[in-house]
């Protein structure tokens, strides 16, 4: 058996080595020279038919096609169509095509009906937003600040650069949300890679499901995805960027690709360095100087005690476009940070000075993409890492110390030291986690024909995790704390598309299993031995969903999706981290939530030199063991540092709406707008409904954007930028007893941040300089648990680019 699977296997990669293909590629433009993007090509022969969209530039192109003859159709809605025959005898041929503009001018209004690659993706019943990074790798921006302008997403962080970050969709938060990069959950990256690593300009776009996520991701976020795909184009180019601003803070990144045209070996490389001392200002209740006697002094402070670094890089090295395989990369990933930590989980009276956590990571990836094996409409995906990660957790200073940045004083006015020995009341630490880890995800997909589509996928996940403290006894650490936690996704996808492309309809089921084991040393009554405490667990839980969407004309589309989804429990709720103050808890039991979004979206509608699109999103979420922190202030911790996930006990609700505007008038001037309000219930041991504390109810963002041609220099381009973000009050925890006794207390007031941001295209378009002003009014920011977040700063960046076509 095996040998006949071997020979079959053989057979296949011999008559595709022999077969002779070609790849056709061009431009479209319109006869004055403006590209034709979205314009429809279709390339068809008696026995082969292809369809493409133009891209923004006019590009287009087809792959593997079999030598011959061909037709070429090229149509867009405002010009004339063009056919014209090709043929196919060499493995490249290129072809540019120009299109007649028919008159409209005698028209009150044209409506385009091209269908771009974005547009697709958003019009398949899936509650999507696709980001386009290609503007805001020009600016001082951060990808998360990309995020945080999206309908629907709020970014929570605690504090500046290089502080934790988790991400808010329609209200769910935490784990409840996925980050992957290409597919790859981000936390098997490691605290030294993450999004503030990555500039945008590595980026090709970010894909942001909210409640119901599709077959392909097979993965079990239960709030939502946000998939950053990195950019996999070909091209031989290189782009470096260097940035400084505010609070001492450096950024550089460079990365590039050189490809050998004739062997089609590529070369991928990109580094980055970060760096900020996050000495801005703060306030509130806790930031107090505690002088004789006790009495505390509200003052203005500096964070003294936060600064950040963090260095990367990726190699791969590999084959793009080649006829067995469209990418094959194997390559390895390196980082490391250094992080300073200036309190617990919530801002103290007692700042941290000494407390500090190390990170590294070391993995290998594999990436192979093949579209077309064997047979037309088999497409394969393979990508996987696999390595090593390690974090130190140092506190070993027993000083303390005054929000002021000089040494406490006691009632007495003495200075002193903690008599626990450490910044911490957990004790003094030189703690070490060890982690290895690997992840893979694989997915075959095959086109039956235009109208129906199947999906396979599977995820795995792997962590190995062993904690070991050289501040603890020799006794204790005779036997180390071992954690193990294994997942496996598997998703099975049927895609229809029918009706001339008007009804699209996406059914999906799941299977989920964890695996859990930790063995913990723990000593006797008398102290005296060292008794081994395991824990295990292995669990399976099905899911399923839908997402379909009908498009009743060109410019409206109903877009409706459901899904039951299971979250399983992250390796931090479940084993805990010191680092991040969070305490284990191994019971925690999986999110089981009932997930429903319909939506609508109106446009794009053109009218003269002016078009605009609108969107909208009603959801509801039926949420069973929700996974959080502390709901109120009698389940936190007393020392004001710790914090541990658990279940809500009763069902959590939500429900609530979207709204997204997006207006441009002659591609100079653009504004968008968008709004999210929702509600996120559940019942208190009191009999209470009360909102889910730490959570963000109402959001507003907008965004104006002016381009000005010819500034200074002739075929130079400056473009102006105004944004704003607005986030109604919430508590971030819920008051004690069953009154609103001590409301105040608890709450975060409203918030209205506004930035500015200007960048200069130099003639030569490969050189940018941009300037941004970030919370020009200075106003106090918060997200998690009350941290205060930077306060008015200003970044400039210089970010250079060569393209070799």
Not at 44 to 59: P, R
């Amino acid at each position: 058996m095996a040998k006949s699977l071997f020979s079959l296997i053989a057979i296949c990669f011999s008559l595709g080595a022999v077969s002779q293909n070609s790849t056709l590629s061009g431009y479209v433009l319109f006869d004055n020279n403006k590209p034709a993007l979205g314009a429809t090509i279709v390339i068809q022969n008696n026995s082969l038919k292809q369809e493409t969209s133009a891209g923004i530039n006019g590009e287009f192109v087809f792959k593997n096609l079999p030598f011959g003859n061909y037709s070429l159709t090229i149509s867009s809605l405002n010009a004339k169509s063009v056919t014209k025959q090709i043929q196919l005898n060499s493995t490249t041929k290129s072809v540019n095509i120009v299109l007649e503009i028919t008159d409209y001018q005698a028209l009150n209004e044209v409506l385009i009906q091209t269908e771009t690659e974005k547009r697709k993706t958003e019009t398949k019943g899936f509650s999507v937003n696709l980001i386009e990074t290609k503007e805001a790798s020009l600016r001082n921006v951060q990808t998360n600040e990309l995020l945080n302008s999206t309908v629907g997403v709020k970014l929570r962080q605690n504090g500046g650069l290089g502080s934790n970050v988790e991400y808010s969709l329609n209200g769910l938060s935490g784990n409840s949300v996925t980050i992957f990069i290409d597919g790859i959950p981000m936390s098997m990256y490691g605290s030294s890679f993450n999004l503030n690593s990555i500039p945008p300009a590595l980026i090709e776009r970010v894909e942001v499901y909210k409640g119901v996520i599709p077959g392909h991701l097979a993965d079990d976020a239960l709030g939502g995805a946000i998939n950053i795909v990195l950019k996999k184009g070909t091209k031989t180019s290189l782009n470096a960027s260097v940035s400084y601003g505010s609070f001492n803070t450096f950024q550089a990144n460079i990365n590039g690709l050189y490809r050998f045209e004739k062997s089609g070996f590529t070369i991928k490389a990109s580094a980055f360095h970060n760096y900020s001392d996050n000495d801005y200002k703060i306030s509130g209740p806790t930031i107090v100087d505690i002088g004789i006697g006790g009495v505390e002094t509200p003052i203005t402070a500096r964070r003294f005690y936060d600064a950040y670094r963090s260095t990367g890089g990726i190699l791969n090295l590999g084959y793009t476009d080649v006829k067995w395989a469209d990418q094959f990369f194997i390559g390895v990933t390196a980082s490391d940070d250094y992080k300073q930590v200036q309190h617990g989980a919530f801002v103290t009276r007692r700042p941290y000075k000494g407390r500090f956590l190390e990170s590294d990571a070391l993995l290998a990836n594999l990436v192979y993409l093949k579209k077309d094996l064997f047979v037309n409409g088999l497409d394969v995906n393979v990508t996987g890492l696999f390595g090593k990660r390690n974090r130190i957790v140092n506190d070993t200073t027993a000083i303390a110390y005054s929000w002021t940045g000089n040494r406490a004083i006691d009632y007495k006015g003495d200075e002193y030291e903690y008599t626990w020995g450490s910044q911490s009341e957990q004790g003094p630490t030189l703690l070490n986690i060890k982690r290895n880890v690997s992840s893979i995800r694989a997915g075959v997909s095959y086109k039956i024909n235009s109208n129906h589509k199947i999906l396979v996928n599977h995820f795995y996940s792997g962590l190995d995790r062993e904690d070991s403290d050289e501040m603890i006894s020799l006794l204790e650490n005779t036997f180390q704390q071992t954690s193990d936690l294994y997942k496996n996704i598997t998703s099975l996808s049927y895609e229809l598309n029918a009706l001339k492309n008007k009804l699209k309809l996406n059914v999906f089921g799941k299977h989920y299993r964890q695996k859990v084991l930790n063995t913990a040393p723990e000593f006797n009554d008398d102290e005296t031995e060292v008794i081994e405490t395991v824990y295990k667990s292995d669990k399976n839980y099905n899911g399923f969903g839908l997402a379909g969407s009908y498009t009743f004309k060109p410019t409206f589309t109903l877009l409706a999706s459901a899904e039951k989804a299971i979250r399983l429990p992250s390796e931090i709720e479940v084993f805990g981290d010191a680092g991040d103050n969070v305490i284990a808890n191994l019971t925690v039991k999986p999110e089981i939530s009932k997930n429903f979004n319909l939506g609508f979206r109106f446009g794009k509608y053109t009218f003269k030199n002016h078009d605009f699109t609108i969107s909208t999103n009603l959801f509801t979420r039926n949420i069973e063991d929700l996974i959080g922190l502390p709901a109120s202030s009698e389940d936190s911790w007393e020392n004001d540092e710790l914090v541990q996930y658990a279940n809500f006990d009763d069902k959590t609700r939500s429900k609530g709406i979207e709204f997204q505007l997006s207006y441009n008038f002659k591609n100079n001037f653009g504004l968008n707008f968008n709004l999210s309000r929702l509600t996120l219930e559940y019942t208190n041991r009191y009999g209470n409904t009360v909102n889910i504390p730490n959570t963000p109810l109402f959001t507003m963002n907008g965004s104006l954007r002016y381009s000005f041609k010819n500034i200074i220099q002739n075929k130079s381009r400056l473009n102006l930028y105004y944004s704003n973000y607005f986030t109604d009050e919430f508590l971030y925890l819920n008051p004690p007893g069953d009154s609103n006794t001590g409301y105040d207390e608890f709450v975060i007031p409203s918030q209205f941040i506004q930035d500015l941001g200007c960048s200069y295209i130099f003639p030569n378009k490969k050189l940018v300089l941009s300037f941004d002003a970030k919370n020009i009014f200075d106003k106090a920011a918060y997200d998690n648990m009350s941290v205060q977040k930077p306060g008015r700063s200003f970044y400039v960046k210089l970010n250079y680019s060569i393209n070799k076509f």
